[in-house]
């Protein structure tokens, strides 16, 4: 199976940071790989889809780029909307696996 | 609108069994595979099983392998999920999702609310 690692695993941070958040697979994955959004009580949303296509209706101070093994996602200035956890997750082949998560908070 | 509703969570003893149903409106359901992700509470998502458009292929994480059954009537535009011999660490928010496209390694654009398993004595 591929296993996601994310870093950092939280961070806090202020309305209009730069942020970004790395996923790393245990082997390539070329481009197969995903970001999720979740807040609280709610099911996640796709973000960012085959590594760096944003996702219809997403807002794009969100972006991803990578391949291979080292994923990042970047949100330009962040929003208060934006406190929320993400995950990545690879469907490069089955179990689907998501990262742990990062969990972005209120500095 | 496109929408995947979940039902059929609940408490349930270890041991005992469970079926989890995923109603889909809105969109073609036979032409899309279908996926189960579960959410233990305060924990990050997992992924549990995927079936094909069509039924004929189905995977399984090795944490329900033998012990879970995905299933879809696409007559009834319906997903489920047949959870037998539950275990405490089976206690989770279980969501169907939908991927993007008909590719079934796509990414999951759709998702319902989730229905709560709950295993304990």
């Known amino acids: 199976d591929i296993q996601m690692t994310q870093s950092p695993s939280s961070l806090s941070a202020s309305v209009g940071d730069r942020v970004t958040i790395t996923c790393r697979a245990s082997?390539?994955?070329?481009?197969?790989l995903n970001w999720y959004q979740q807040k609280p009580g709610k099911a996640p949303k796709l973000l960012i889809y085959a590594a760096s296509s944003l996702q219809s209706g997403v807002p794009s101070r969100f972006s991803g780029s990578g391949s291979g093994t080292d994923f990042t996602l970047t949100i330009s200035s962040l929003q208060p909307e934006d406190f929320a956890t993400y995950y990545c997750?690879?469907?490069?082949?089955?179990?689907?696996?998501f990262g742990p998560g990062t969990k972005v908070d209120i500095k | 609108q496109v929408q995947l509703v979940e039902s059929g969570g609940g408490v349930v003893q270890p041991g005992r069994s469970l079926r989890l149903s995923c109603a889909a409106s809105?969109?073609?359901?036979?032409?899309?595979?279908m996926h189960w992700v579960r959410q233990a509470p305060g924990k990050g998502l997992e992924w549990v099983a995927l079936i094909s458009s069509d039924g004929s292929n189905k995977y399984y994480s090795d944490s329900v392998k033998g012990r879970f059954t995905i299933s879809r009537d696409n007559s009834k535009n319906t997903l489920y999920l047949q959870m037998n011999s539950l275990r405490a660490d089976d206690t989770a928010l279980y969501y169907c999702?939908?991927?993007?496209?008909?590719?079934?390694?796509?990414?999951?654009?759709?998702w319902g609310r989730g229905t709560l398993v709950a295993v304990s004595s």
């Open positions: 082997q390539s994955i070329s481009s197969y």
């Open positions: 809105g969109f073609t359901f036979t032409s899309f595979a």
């Open positions: 999702a939908r991927p993007r496209s008909a590719y079934y390694l796509d990414a999951f654009d759709i």
């Open positions: 997750q690879q469907t490069y082949s089955t179990p689907q696996t």
